[in-house]
């Protein structure tokens, strides 16, 4: 409830319902083809962006119109989403168009100021969403929408403060947009770091100043990680590309056995659980776990995993859910099937110095290209570990290491600031609002 002590003396507030016409649409029988080939436009919730409409992704037909409850629209009309998670949200039409049930048009009138309303509504949102009702699609309905109260000056007051909104908006979104781009800026830079340590560019004075380089024996592959395919670009096992100490070699050949279990049938023994949704792709850590009994546990073939042991998701949607194991509670633990396990022999290849390079597109992308499957299109392990890394001394891997950490610190602190700034400037959009419809922002 909008306390009428906030509003200027000149205003009123007023029910939406009170002051703009309001209906919603509907949607024709999917049982007949005839309803759906016709060239008037159709808006689904979906569709609503913020944006102005002037193309829909579905046309009806004049029988359509007539044998629904499905109306046309005039151009000008307000839209706003009613159901799930698009309550709340907005566009305008550009078009005459009709729309499915969970969109509600409000009318123009000579009164009112459209766009002020538009405003109002975009900032009610978040009160529109703890409004709805239901379950698993909760709703607002027409007359939820009909008595909200707004604040209503006189019209060319309206537009006035319209015009403020969008002044202070277009400085606002200009400033966000040059966030967007240094966060844009941010990733290039983070793949340029590690394209340069895998291309001993950022040890080139160490290994100068540093003579020995030696790499270590490199025992066979595992035959379990030998019968994969690599479609690295530009890594065709030429050491040439090189710096001439490293050497390609595949990942198979440096890393050990996972072992394998099947869910037991007894023991009422806990263990923690990672599946794929315990990674945060943008921070590339495990921030959460599933506990289970032994009994319950998810019945397919599992993998014990201990700490240092990479998680790398072979599944297309979260090819980039990469994760090292760094605390100790993992120790013994199980992850999904869904997850190759990166395990390096310690004496050959540095944990971190693989979990990087996995980061990096010259690992990821060759990787896309291999992927089988339709409805579940996936990388198999033994891909994984057929692509070529590469090797360079242990002992000039934690050099690696440390370059790329130093360099991607001071990254992961501009990031922090950037996401700062961008949450304070939409904590200022909400000011901005806040003080439009209290009347005090002119």
């Given at each position: ?11 009123k507030?007023?029910?939406?319902g009170?002051?703009?016409k309001t ?8 049982k ?23 193309n829909?992704?579905e ?7 007539q ?6 629209f005039?151009k ?5 989403a ?8 907005l566009a305008?039409l ?11 048009g409000?009318?123009e009138?000579?009164?009112?100021d ?15 969403i703890?409004?709805g ?16 109260d ?11 403060v319209?015009?403020?909104?969008e002044?202070?908006f277009?400085?606002?979104d ?6 967007k ?12 770091v590690l394209?340069?340590?895998f291309?001993g560019?950022?040890?080139k004075?160490w290994?100068h100043?540093?003579?020995n ?17 690599h479609?690295n670009?530009?890594?065709?096992g030429?050491?040439n590309?090189l ?28 263990f ?7 990674i945060?792709?943008?921070l ?5 776990h599933?506990?289970?009994e ?5 019945s397919?073939?599992?993998q014990?995993v201990?700490?240092?042991d990479l ?15 760094e605390?100790?509670?993992?120790n013994?633990?199980?992850?999904s099937s ?15 110095y ?13 990787l ?12 198999r392990?033994?891909d ?10 242990l ?7 440390q370059?790329?950490e130093?360099?991607l610190?001071?990254a ?17 959009r909400q000011s901005i ?5 209290e009347?005090?922002?002119?």
């Amino acid at each position: 409830m909008i306390e009428e002590k906030k509003i200027l003396n000149d205003w009123k507030v007023k029910k939406l319902g009170d002051v703009f016409k309001t209906t919603s649409g509907g949607t024709p029988s999917r049982k007949n083809s005839a309803y759906y080939s016709g060239n008037i436009p159709w808006v689904k919730s979906g569709e609503l962006e913020s944006n102005i409409l002037i193309n829909t992704e579905e046309k009806i037909s004049e029988e359509a119109i007539q044998n629904s409850s499905a109306k046309i629209f005039p151009k000008g009309t307000l839209l706003i989403a009613l159901y799930g998670a698009t309550i709340g949200k907005l566009a305008k039409l550009g078009i005459d168009a009709a729309t499915n049930q969970a969109v509600c048009g409000i009318f123009e009138n000579e009164e009112h100021d459209l766009q002020y309303l538009y405003w109002f509504l975009f900032f009610k949102r978040r009160d529109l969403i703890k409004a709805g009702i239901g379950g698993a699609q909760p709703n607002i309905s027409q007359t939820i929408l009909k008595n909200l109260d707004i604040p209503l000056p006189k019209k060319t007051i309206q537009q006035l403060v319209v015009s403020k909104i969008e002044e202070l908006f277009s400085e606002l979104d200009k400033g966000m947009e040059q966030l967007k781009t240094a966060q844009q800026q941010l990733k290039v830079y983070r793949q340029s770091v590690l394209k340069w340590a895998f291309e001993g560019r950022l040890t080139k004075q160490w290994r100068h100043e540093n003579l020995n380089h030696d790499l270590p024996d490199l025992p066979d592959e595992h035959d379990v990680n030998n019968q994969g395919n690599h479609a690295n670009s530009k890594n065709q096992g030429s050491d040439n590309d090189l710096p001439k100490e490293w050497k390609w070699v595949k990942l198979g050949q440096v890393c050990e056995k996972v072992t394998i279990i099947k869910k037991g049938k007894k023991s009422n023994e806990k263990f923690y659980y990672l599946d794929i949704g315990a990674i945060d792709n943008n921070l590339n850590k495990i921030v959460s776990h599933k506990e289970y009994e032994w009994k319950d546990a998810p019945s397919r073939a599992q993998q014990i995993v201990y700490k240092n042991d990479l998680l790398f998701s072979t599944v297309r949607t979260y090819l980039k859910k990469i994760a090292m194991i760094e605390s100790g509670i993992y120790n013994g633990q199980i992850a999904s099937s869904g997850f190759t396990v990166i395990r390096s022999i310690q004496n050959i290849l540095l944990p971190k110095y693989i979990f990087y390079y996995s980061l990096s597109n010259d690992f990821l992308e060759p990787l896309n290209q291999l992927q089988t499957g339709s409805s579940y299109p996936a990388v198999r392990d033994s891909d994984v570990f057929a692509q070529l890394i590469p090797l360079a001394s242990l002992i000039e891997q934690h050099q690696i290491v440390q370059q790329i950490e130093s360099r991607l610190s001071v990254a992961d602190k501009l990031e922090e600031t950037i996401t700062n700034s961008l949450q304070q400037a939409a904590a200022l959009r909400q000011s901005i609002l806040k003080k439009a419809f209290e009347g005090k922002l002119i």
